[in-house]
């Protein structure tokens, strides 16, 4: 199905304005005031600077699902229906991780587990690249390929729709009804098609420099030493954590003033030093190189190893945001070159590794 | 299980405190509702406006009415905890974790180890083989403190001993000037050499400060015990509970739904395990 921008839009409008499909809110990328550069997720509203098929947003899609600090005790009970329209096929392989580590058989994040049950989404084919994206080292697609209700393709003054699930077949049904869609012709496919392999291309150009093996297993073997050196700018502040779209890691406060028990969660981030810190000071991971290790390892190893996926998705948030200038991407090449010592991790027997 | 709110707390009134040692006290708690648990798991326990720590309980999982917790003052909740007073409220989540596998054990020379407020834990565990003990052959409890004053469960240890297939030493590291002490002065691994177990196909439970985990394992490795039969109960940041939260990871484990008691061979490759 094919649908022009403008009607599509004005299919947007109506939908907050008159709740069409029942939708509370739709929330879509918008250029930033400070950089032409900086895309963020915000409400619809009259102004139309929407960019639908620029790359990622700075925010990433978990912040709206999964938020900075909340009060999960006593839960609230919320009514809202939401439209996200422009998510990245990045973002939606970050909400494949979160959804496994949030809804799953010993536990589900009542508020996580809420929204993305009332949440309709809406990707978009990538058009432009940033210079820190790299999914394609990822095996990652500049165009999403599952995750989507309705994806969005770009082809001169329309879109082209793919619907990708049930609650996407519904939301089809309620764009029929309100503005003129038609048919597709072969051409189409084809165009979009060829654009597909072109910005497909140019990551391919963007990220040649930092190809890499992908024995992600290999990097606890690595040598400590690289690891010190890798993070030697590296200032702990956490802003790489706080920004990457699978982190997810929280603390729970408790703020209870009368008689019922609160509850607040609150993100945390693994690169600050009171992260895990026991009762009586001790910490697993006193040391920053320890602490910057351990962000490579959950993202390419342990998180691997829980849910079968990778904890990165090559957003290259992380690579933009950090103050010590440190290129994620080089630091994973650096680390799963050869040759490595093999480290056992309790630090029990250390032995040279044949170089595999 | 978590067919309500996963962070739901459970009211539980202090209804006896016992003050085991200057810094270790053990509070007795009834909570709103009977709270079921296998001996191991953990439970959170909130001071209100305070915050919360992940704790074993001390008392035999056969009584759910009520349920001790032994606490020693290290940190900002454990302060609270030590502030504490009978008839305050506090509020208990859980029980998280896996638990000791006691069913596996039935007919076997048990040993257990537990170093300082190590104790607590294992005191649930030893509670619970005694309850059953025709099941098994014998229990050896090793126990270790760093001075007689800081010894816990005295006012028990008489009542213990009687039982024939118990052997309960105990040993300090020293006695400071003033204190007294009449049974072994030793690390509590030293205690190995007064002992007399096969240690093929039975199980050792450790539980204590990290040194001790990490030199205890060594010494058991070398008195025999397979990497299977050692059992650690790991000291982490255990904040949910559930495996949200990560701060307890090792590897691939977490030690809140996989543990917090593993044994050795299935960690001793993993990240973070003695830290
Ligand atoms: S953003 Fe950069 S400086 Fe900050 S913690 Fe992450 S790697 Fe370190
Ligand atoms: S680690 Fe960096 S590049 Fe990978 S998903 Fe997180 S923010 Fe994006």
Redesign the pocket.
């Known amino acids: 199905m094919i649908v022009k921008i403008q009607d599509f839009y004005s299919f947007l409008h109506r939908c907050q304005k008159d709740c069409l499909g029942g939708f509370k809110s739709v929330i879509l990328p918008k250029k930033s005031q400070h950089s032409d550069d900086d895309l963020f997720f915000t409400t619809l509203s009259e102004d139309n600077d929407y960019f639908l098929d620029s790359y990622r947003t700075v925010d990433p899609i978990r912040m709206l699902f999964y938020f900075p600090r909340e009060i999960v005790l006593p839960a609230k009970k919320s009514k809202c229906k939401r439209l996200i329209v422009g998510a990245k096929g990045c973002d939606l392989r970050a909400l494949e991780v979160l959804d496994k580590a949030l809804i799953n058989d010993d536990f589900v994040d009542p508020i996580y587990n809420f929204w993305r049950e009332n949440t309709y989404i809406i990707s978009s084919d990538c058009m432009t690249i940033s210079p820190s994206c790299h999914c394609n080292l990822l095996d990652g697609k500049p165009y999403a390929e599952e995750g989507f209700d309705l994806n969005l393709s770009r082809m001169d003054d329309s879109y082209y729709i793919t619907v990708g699930s049930s609650k996407g077949e519904e939301l089809l049904l309620l764009i029929k009804e309100h503005v003129t869609v038609s048919k597709v012709s072969p051409n189409n496919i084809n165009s979009i098609k060829a654009n597909r392999k072109l910005v497909e291309e140019k990551l391919r150009k963007q990220n040649k420099q930092y190809e890499r093996t992908e024995n992600y297993y290999d990097l606890r073997s690595v040598d400590i030493e690289k690891w010190i050196e890798a993070s030697k700018s590296?200032?702990?502040?956490?802003?790489?954590?706080n920004i990457c779209p699978t982190c997810y890691c929280m603390i729970l406060n408790d703020e209870t003033v009368t008689k019922d028990f609160v509850k607040v969660r609150s993100y945390d981030s693994c690169?600050l030093h009171g992260y895990a810190r026991v009762a009586g000071g001790d910490t697993p991971r006193p040391k920053m190189y320890q602490r910057?290790r351990n962000r490579y390892l959950c993202k390419f190893d342990y998180m691997k190893s829980n849910f079968n996926l990778l904890g990165c998705t090559g957003c290259g948030r992380?690579i933009d945001?950090?103050?010590?200038k440190?290129e994620f991407r080089k630091v994973v090449q650096k680390m799963l070159e050869l040759p490595r010592k093999r480290v056992s991790s309790s630090g029990m027997k250390i032995q040279e590794s044949e170089n595999v | 299980m978590y067919n309500a709110n996963p962070y739901d707390v459970i009211p539980a009134v202090i209804y006896e405190i016992i003050e085991e040692s200057p810094t270790i006290r053990t509070l007795r708690l009834r909570p709103e509702s009977p709270i079921s648990f296998k001996t191991g798991q953990f439970v959170e326990l909130t001071i209100p406006n305070i915050g919360e720590g992940p704790f074993t309980p001390s008392s035999s999982h056969y009584i759910t009415e009520e349920m001790d917790i032994t606490i020693m003052k290290t940190g900002f909740v454990t302060e609270y905890v030590h502030k504490a007073r009978v008839g305050d409220t506090v509020g208990l989540r859980g029980p998280y974790g896996k638990g000791y596998p006691i069913e596996e054990w039935k007919d076997k020379n048990i040993l257990i180890m537990g170093g300082g407020v190590g104790m607590a834990p294992t005191r649930s565990l030893f509670l619970t083989l005694l309850h059953d003990i025709d099941d098994y052959n014998s229990i050896t409890f090793l126990a270790g403190a760093r001075a007689p004053k800081e010894v816990i469960y005295k006012q028990h240890i008489d009542e213990w001993r009687k039982h024939d297939k118990v052997n309960f030493l105990r040993a300090v590291d020293k006695i400071p000037e003033g204190e007294r002490w009449s049974e072994e002065v030793c690390l509590i691994t030293k205690l190995l050499e007064k002992i007399d177990i096969d240690p093929k196909d039975n199980p050792v439970i450790v539980c204590g400060p990290p040194v001790m985990m990490k030199f205890g394992t060594l010494d058991l490795l070398e008195y025999g015990y397979a990497d299977k039969d050692i059992y650690l109960s790991m000291e982490k940041k255990m904040y949910c509970g559930f495996g949200q939260c990560r701060h307890c990871v090792m590897g691939k484990y977490y030690a809140c739904k996989d543990g917090p008691v593993f044994t050795y061979d299935m960690i001793k490759n993993e990240e973070n395990i003695w830290e």
């Open positions: 590296c200032i702990g502040c956490g802003g790489c954590t690169q910057f992380c945001t950090c103050p010590g440190i």
